[in-house]
């Protein structure tokens, strides 16, 4: 259920809340905009779940903008007014006043930046980009790079199977678009990795199109707005309708970018900041005093725990114990300690029996469980790891991965999980 924005009209200054403030049964008398909403097209409607878990078929586009109401028209024109003096600068961001002055977007940069941005924050995503663009400085050359190379520039961003797509998407580019993005949401979602959201954000903020933005601040503030009750995620398609309602034909790069920012900045998950908000004449979610508990969430189902162990080998010379994880798979194609299967769905569910451990161990040593454990979150379970120690003769042959010099092993960035075990077992070690 949502409600009707208020008719925006100038902004007040910032001040404390007006005390006669509508309560619910005021806010319900307003118009549902459920009642002005159209409803979701079938493919939104239906929406699969983008990546994770889609079916195979086409990938669903977002309900595409249409001509404003004056009042959806009067909001956007307020928040890309506040955009143009409070825009964040940001690596991967042209400022409102560069592309008011014709600075073009560089879509690589953008494409990057989306990609590395689902799931993560500005500031740990910002290093990363960083590296990235100047190891890779076009999509060309991210795409002439080895496998091996950018899965370890990506090691710490997490969701590693982003990081094989990432490939598979310059490589897409670079080869069947002769190293140019499209710039059409349709043509950017058919290449691989990229979902209804980097899709319409790629053709928004690089090449403007009118293209319906969604993430999680652009849900929150959305949310608010219109007031939506219905919890995530069932209220998702009545959103992205709202969201195209509100995006506008002007500018539609810089109102998807002016909604992250005020997502970002103003209205935050907790303690939303309406006193200085741009959108707080219009916003129904403040009138009705239901700003801070807004958008409602379903609950979470508990996630189920899988447990492994890991082989952490020192040889007398310092060096330790890696291999390359197969490709398919968690952490695919990323460098990892040895250790028993958790990653395939019915493997790792229990600790591995005292026999899966033997049978895992990548070379016979005199290998001794630690008290501790390394503990790591993932989308959807969490995962224990035990971890075996010993220092091996020199002349010992794993049966599986390779001696690499600590120093190096360090440097290569190792997966969060891996580097949390790794790091255990050599204060173990060296105890
Ligand atoms: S900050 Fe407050 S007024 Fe602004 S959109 Fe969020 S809830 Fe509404």
Not at 16 to 25: L, N, Q
Not at 171 to 190: I, K, T, W
Not at 248 to 265: E, I, S, V, W
Not at 271 to 299: D, F, V
Request: overall charge positive; aromatic content about 6%; hydrophobic content about 45%.
């Amino acid at each position: 259920m949502s409600r009707a924005p208020r008719p925006a009209g100038p902004a007040r200054p910032a001040g404390p809340r007006r005390p006669a403030r509508p309560g619910r049964a005021e806010a319900q008398a307003t118009p549902a905009v459920a009642a002005s909403v159209p409803p979701p097209p079938p493919e939104a409607a239906a929406a699969p779940k983008p990546r994770r878990g889609r079916p195979a078929g086409p990938k669903p586009a977002a309900p595409a903008p249409g001509p404003q109401t004056p009042q959806d028209a009067a909001i956007s024109a307020e928040l890309l007014g506040w955009y143009d003096r409070h825009a964040r600068a940001l690596p991967w961001r042209v400022s409102p006043a560069d592309r008011a002055a014709g600075v073009l977007p560089d879509p690589y940069r953008v494409w990057l930046s989306e990609i590395m941005l689902q799931q993560t924050t500005v500031p740990h995503a910002a290093p990363y980009f960083l590296r990235f663009t100047q190891a890779w400085p076009t999509v060309s050359d991210l795409a002439a790079a080895p496998d091996a190379e950018v899965m370890a520039a990506w090691a710490g961003l997490g969701y590693y199977a982003r990081a094989r797509n990432l490939l598979r998407c310059a490589r897409a580019v670079a080869q069947e678009h002769d190293g140019r993005f499209p710039d059409r949401e349709e043509a950017l979602l058919a290449l691989p990795g990229l979902g209804p959201y980097t899709a319409a954000a790629v053709a928004a903020i690089a090449f403007d199109r009118p293209a319906a933005v969604m993430d999680g601040n652009v849900e929150r503030v959305v949310s608010r707005l219109f007031a939506v009750e219905t919890p995530l995620p069932a209220s998702k398609p009545e959103l992205r309708v709202l969201t195209a309602r509100l995006t506008p034909q002007a500018r539609p790069g810089d109102h998807a970018q002016a909604m992250m920012d005020l997502g970002a900045m103003i209205c935050t998950p907790r303690s939303p900041a309406c006193g200085i908000c741009p959108l707080r004449e219009p916003c129904a979610a403040r009138a009705a005093g239901l700003a801070e508990t807004l958008p409602r969430k379903a609950p979470k189902a508990a996630k189920p725990t899988r447990r492994g162990t890991v082989f952490v080998a020192l040889s007398p010379s310092g060096a330790l114990l890696l291999e390359t994880r197969p490709d398919k798979g968690l952490l695919g194609g990323m460098p990892g300690l040895p250790g028993t299967a958790w990653d395939r769905r019915g493997a790792g569910e229990e600790a591995p029996s005292a026999a899966e451990v033997a049978a895992a161990a990548p070379l016979a040593a005199e290998w001794r469980r630690i008290p501790a454990q390394a503990r790591h979150v993932f989308t959807h379970f969490q995962l224990i790891l035990d971890i075996m120690v010993a220092t091996t003769a020199e002349e010992s042959r794993p049966a599986r991965g390779s001696f690499v010099p600590r120093a190096r092993a360090q440097a290569d960035r190792l997966p969060t999980v891996m580097k949390k075990a790794l790091l255990l077992g050599l204060s173990a070690l060296e105890d």
